[in-house]
C-alpha cells in the first residue's frame, strides 16, 4: 500500500488491534489528517510519518512490515515484540531479499539452496532450527522484537525495541498477591477483548487445558459465545475429547470434534509436509486443526499458545527450580571431574534419552544458560556426531549452540532476574518462537486462515514478566496465579486435571499404518544416501524404535523423516 503524502510504500502482515487508537492519536496531532481507508495497514503508514521508526513502540498486535522510506531512501523492516508474525531476509553481495517464507525467498532463484551445517546441528537438537538461521544458508530470522534498515548503498544497520527481561513492568515488581491476581484478570480480559474485533465469526482451538479453557471462558465472560474446535482420537492415551466436552458444556459452546484415525492422517500427511516453510519435529498437529476450522467456515481462530511459557505450565519450571541451587554448586568443581562423573551416569543409564540429559547437566556449569538447553534437546550432541557423516560437521565451524548463547546474552543483561523469568525468557525465545510460532503461522496460513494468540499480548507479559516468583511459583496447583486470577471461573476437573499437551498417536501409528512412509523417507534412497547422515545408524535407530527400545522415541525419528520430506520438495542441497 502507498502513501500518497510521503511517497513512501509498505508491505505488511498482521493484525493492529490498536490502530482505531492510533489513527485517532494522529488526528488530534494533526486534525487535516486524511485517510483513504479503515485499515490498520494504512495506520502503520501514518504512524511511521508522524513517529518515524518509534512508531513500532505503539502497535499493538502481530507484525511483520517492510516500509520503503521515499525521503531517506532506505527501507524500514520490522517485527512485533514476540515474534508471532514471521520475517525472513537474505543479504549478499548487493542483493537484499524479505519474505514471510524462507521458500519466497528461494522462489525467487537469486538463492543457492544450499543446507546450512549450523542449522542442521541445531534442527536435530531442538526439533527447529533455532534463529536467526534457517537451513538454508545465508537466509536469516529478524528477531522478535527488532527493527532494521537497508539503505541505497547497502548498509544494514537494526537494533532491538523490546525486550523480555528489560520491558518487564517495574510497577509489579511491588504488588502484593492480591493486586497481581487483580490486575492480571484486567489484563486477560483487555487482550482478550481486543483480539475480539472481528468482522468475521471467530473459533478457538480448544484442548481442554488451562490455557485454552481461560480463553473461551473469559470470551464468553465478555459476551461472545465461540466455536470450539477439538481433535479427538479412538486412542485414549492421547485423547483430550472428555476435557474438552466439560468445558465447552460448561460454557455452552457450539463444540465440534474432529475425529482422527490413522488413515485420515496418512491422506492429510503429503499436504502437511508440504506446508512446512521449515521442517519441524511438530506441525501436523496444527495443520490438521487449522484445516478442520478453515473447512468449518471459519477464517480467524484463537489459540491459547503461551500460558506455558508466562504462567509456568512446563516441567522446566519446576525441575530448574527444585535442583537449579544444587547444580550451581556442582558446577564449581573441577570440568575433568564433571565429565568423567557425566561420561558415568550416561554408561549406568545404557544411553537412555534420561541418562543422556542428566550426563548433559552432570558435565555442565551449573548456570542457568547451560542447564536451559538440556530440557529441550531431542539429539545430544554426542549422537550429533554418531547421527553425522564424518567431515561433513567438524569442530570449530560455527556450530556453537545458539540457544546458550542468546541465554547467555540475556541474563548478562539482567542479571538480577529471578528464576522464573528466566525459565520463561528461555521458553519464549527458544521452543515457543522456534517450533509453536514458526508451526501455529505457516500451518494455519497454508488454509488462509488467521490464528491470534491473546496470552501473548505484550501488556500481559510485561506485567507477569515483571512480577516475583513468590507469585508466580505453583506451589501445588498447575499455573497458579493464572488459575487463581479467574477466582472459580474454570471447572476444578479442569485445573487439576495432569497436564496433557496436545500430540497426534505417532508412536503407535509409526509402527502401524505409517511405517512404510517413514522407512521410504530414511531408507538408503533417500536421507540415508544423501551423504548427511550415516546409513547404518539411521536403520540402527529405526530398528530400535520399532522394537520399543526406550532410548530412541518416535520424535527423533519424525524430526527425520519430516527433515527428508522438506529437502525433497525444496530441492536443496548438501
Request: charged share 25%; hydrophobic share 40%; aromatic share 10%.
Amino acid at each position: 500500500m502507498p502513501d500518497p503524502a510521503t511517497g513512501n510504500w509498505i508491505s505488511f502482515n498482521g493484525e493492529i488491534y490498536n490502530f482505531r487508537e492510533l489513527l485517532a492519536e494522529l488526528k488530534i496531532a494533526d486534525p487535516r489528517l486524511t485517510t483513504r481507508s479503515q485499515t490498520d495497514t494504512e495506520v502503520i503508514l501514518k504512524a511511521y510519518a508522524r513517529w518515524g521508526r518509534d512508531c513500532v513502540r505503539r502497535l499493538r498486535g502481530m507484525f511483520a512490515f517492510a516500509l520503503w522510506d521515499q525521503g531517506r531512501q532506505e527501507l524500514f523492516l520490522a517485527r512485533d515484540r514476540l515474534g508471532i508474525k514471521p520475517l525472513y531476509y537474505y543479504d549478499h553481495e548487493g542483493t537484499f531479499l524479505f519474505a514471510s517464507e524462507v521458500r519466497a525467498i528461494l522462489a525467487s532463484g537469486l538463492v543457492l539452496r544450499r543446507l546450512d551445517p549450523v542449522g542442521v546441528w541445531g534442527y536435530l537438537a531442538y526439533q527447529s532450527v533455532p534463529a536467526p538461521r534457517t537451513l538454508i544458508q545465508g537466509i536469516r530470522v529478524l528477531p522478535p522484537g527488532s527493527w532494521m534498515t537497508v539503505d541505497s548503498q547497502g548498509t544494514i544497520t537494526g537494533g532491538r525495541y523490546w525486550d523480555l527481561l528489560e520491558d518487564a513492568s517495574p510497577d509489579a515488581r511491588s504488588a502484593t498477591r492480591e493486586e497481581c491476581r487483580r490486575r492480571v484478570r484486567d489484563l486477560l480480559r483487555e487482550a482478550i477483548s481486543i483480539h475480539l474485533v472481528s468482522d468475521v465469526p471467530l473459533g478457538i482451538f480448544l484442548s481442554g487445558g488451562i490455557d485454552s479453557s481461560t480463553v473461551v471462558a473469559l470470551m464468553c465472560e465478555l459476551g461472545q459465545v465461540p466455536r470450539t474446535f477439538s481433535v479427538i482420537f479412538r486412542e485414549q492415551a492421547y485423547n483430550e475429547a472428555r476435557h474438552a466436552q466439560q468445558v465447552a458444556s460448561r460454557f455452552h459452546t457450539d463444540h465440534v470434534e474432529i475425529l482422527l484415525g490413522e488413515q485420515d492422517l496418512l491422506t492429510q500427511l503429503p499436504e502437511a509436509l508440504a506446508a512446512m516453510d521449515q521442517p519441524t519435529g511438530d506441525g501436523v498437529n496444527t495443520y490438521v486443526i487449522s484445516r478442520a476450522v478453515r473447512s468449518a467456515g471459519l477464517t480467524v481462530a484463537l489459540s491459547g499458545l503461551g500460558g506455558d511459557e508466562f504462567f509456568g505450565g512446563y516441567p522446566s519450571f519446576r525441575r530448574l527450580s527444585k535442583v537449579g541451587g544444587l547444580l550451581r554448586l556442582w558446577g564449581r568443581t573441577p570440568r575433568a571431574f564433571r565429565s568423567l562423573a557425566g561420561w558415568m551416569v550416561e554408561a549406568l543409564g545404557r544411553s537412555s534419552v534420561t541418562a543422556i540429559k542428566l550426563a548433559s547437566l552432570v558435565k555442565s556449569d551449573g548456570t542457568l544458560d547451560a542447564t536451559f538447553p538440556v530440557t529441550r534437546q531431542v539429539f545430544s550432541d554426542r549422537e550429533r556426531h554418531a547421527l553425522l557423516e564424518n567431515g561433513w560437521i567438524s569442530e570449530g565451524d560455527g556450530t556453537r549452540d545458539s540457544y546458550v548463547q542468546l541465554l547467555k546474552e540475556a541474563y548478562d543483561r539482567a542479571p538480577e532476574s529471578e528464576l522464573f523469568s528466566r525459565v520463561s525468557y528461555g521458553e519464549a525465545r527458544t521452543y515457543m518462537h522456534d517450533v509453536l510460532l514458526r508451526d501455529t503461522d505457516q500451518m494455519s496460513m497454508a488454509h488462509a486462515l488467521e490464528v491470534r494468540v491473546p496470552l501473548l499480548d505484550h501488556k500481559l507479559v510485561e506485567y507477569v514478566m515483571g512480577l516475583p516468583d513468590a507469585h508466580k511459583r505453583p506451589n501445588g496447583t498447575p499455573k497458579r496465579l493464572l488459575v487463581e486470577s479467574l477466582d472459580g471461573l474454570l471447572p476444578k476437573e479442569i485445573v487439576r486435571r495432569p497436564k496433557q499437551g496436545f500430540t497426534l498417536p505417532f508412536e503407535p501409528w509409526m509402527r502401524g499404518d505409517f511405517r512404510g512412509f517413514c522407512e521410504e523417507r530414511l531408507g538408503p534412497e533417500r536421507l540415508g544416501g544423501r551423504g548427511l547422515f550415516r546409513p547404518e545408524r539411521l536403520q540402527s535407530l529405526w530398528q530400535d524404535f520399532l522394537a520399543g527400545r526406550r532410548h530412541v522415541s518416535w520424535a527423533r525419528l519424525w524430526l527425520l523423516v519430516a527433515l527428508e520430506e522438506w529437502l525433497e520438495r525444496n530441492g536443496v542441497e548438501l
